[in-house]
């Protein structure tokens, strides 16, 4: 998405992403990776779970995750060992949404240049 981050802007757009790990974390990611929107920090998976994005890691995917020293319950700051489904939503200034994009199977993202036609689309 940071590829297309000035492509967003110029729809009057703004771009954040929503992620359970602790607000140091996302810090981190966002500096590391020079990005220029925020994520947003979701405590828990509450919100995601609200929305019924969210799954839980759970066994050969869990130690999966083990395996690569994934802490999920350090970055997340819970024990729940859940995530978010990967997902766009295209939510207008006044809270309307126009668009999601969202698969339960967590190696399927919504492309970027989907997420651009989308705004292209609320703009007109």
């Known amino acids: 998405m940071q590829e297309i981050l000035?492509?967003?802007?110029?729809?009057?757009?703004?771009?954040?992403a929503l992620s359970p790990q602790v607000a140091e974390f996302n810090a981190k990611m966002v500096k590391?990776?020079?990005?220029?929107?925020?994520?947003?920090s979701d405590p828990?998976?509450?919100?995601?779970?609200k929305l019924g994005l969210r799954f839980?890691?759970?066994?050969?995917?869990?130690?999966?995750?083990r395996g690569f020293g994934?802490?999920?319950p350090n970055n997340n700051g819970d024990d729940s060992w859940t995530l978010p489904m990967p997902g766009r939503i295209?939510?207008?200034?006044?809270?309307?949404?126009?668009?999601?994009?969202?698969d339960p199977d967590y190696t399927a993202r919504p492309e970027?240049?989907?997420t651009l036609a989308e705004l292209k689309k609320l703009a007109s």
């Open 112 to 114: 970027p240049s989907d």
């Open 32 to 40: 590391s990776h020079e990005l220029g929107f925020d994520i947003l």
């Open 6 to 16: 000035s492509d967003i802007e110029a729809q009057s757009a703004t771009l954040v």
């Open 90 to 102: 295209v939510v207008s200034s006044d809270g309307i949404v126009h668009a999601t994009d969202v």
């Open 44 to 49: 828990g998976n509450n919100y995601a779970h």
């Open 70 to 72: 994934i802490d999920l």
């Open 56 to 65: 839980k890691v759970e066994g050969q995917l869990g130690d999966i995750y």
